[in-house]
């Protein structure tokens, strides 16, 4: 048997709870514009919404699983065995499972938990079981899809609130998660507040072009007037 010695950082800076609170009533879509804006890569693919109507905005808490070598018996932890110590209400989990489709590292007992914990949601590069429990609890999962199978003698924490992987993007403790029917994505911490700004300003621009257009301007009309597409460019 050899060591197992998991990474654990338990203290995380999160941003300000009014600024986790201000991109929760944006839309997925705009606040992507504004990452273009600062080219800043942050747009989450291949990792879709599980539960339709349900929206995260928060920060993340990050989980790096590893394969269990064949010759170990039996997993030592998951994430279930930190989530009192490390979560906070409103923070969102983010598993780095490395894609791996083919077992699971997340169902309905640790969705309970985090349910119970205040948790806004889980966004997993990896696939989890118990949907249909987990639809009825209406909890916001983000994941690769479902499988039956058993992550339990496969997997073990490598790290917990270190920097990780889902969908190509770089995530670190802290970012901002925000998801929605549309999609997912991941604003830097320290960007935040820049995002946001931005964000704001795309999403009031094509406000005013549906005004418009209801005021009986024509469409191109409008789109020009609110530069719509030079929203995404840098100033």
């Known amino acids: 048997m050899g060591d197992y010695n998991p990474v654990v950082v338990k203290e995380v800076s999160r941003p300000s709870r009014d600024v986790v609170d201000a991109f929760k ?29 349900v929206r995260i905005a928060g920060p993340a808490i990050t989980v790096r699983y590893v394969p269990l070598s064949p010759a170990e018996q039996g997993t030592k932890e998951d994430i279930g065995d930190y989530l009192f110590d490390l979560a906070q209400p409103g923070d969102v989990i983010v598993i780095d499972n490395g894609g791996v489709t083919s077992y699971t590292c997340w169902g309905d007992i640790l969705t309970f938990t985090a349910m119970k914990l205040g948790i806004a949601g889980t966004v997993i590069d990896g696939v989890f079981r118990d949907y249909d429990n987990i639809l009825r609890f209406r909890y916001p999962i983000f994941a690769r899809g479902t499988i039956p199978r058993t992550g339990k003698d496969r997997l ?7 920097a990780v992987q889902a969908g190509g993007v770089l995530i670190m403790p802290g970012d901002i998660i925000v998801g929605d029917d549309t999609g997912l994505l991941r604003v830097p911490k320290e960007r935040a507040s820049e995002v946001l700004r931005d964000a704001k300003e795309i999403e009031e621009a094509e406000r005013m072009i549906i005004e418009s257009v209801r005021s009986g301007k024509t469409l191109r009309e409008a789109r020009q007037q609110y530069r719509y597409f030079q929203l995404q460019r840098s100033k």
Do not use: F, W
């Not at 997925?28 to 504004?34: E, G, K, L």
């Open 25 to 53: 009533e944006l839309s997925t879509p705009n606040i992507s514009d504004s990452l273009e804006r600062t080219r800043i890569s942050g747009v989450i693919e291949g990792i879709r919404p599980m539960v339709q109507g």
């Open 156 to 162: 073990q924490i490598d790290g917990i609130n270190v």
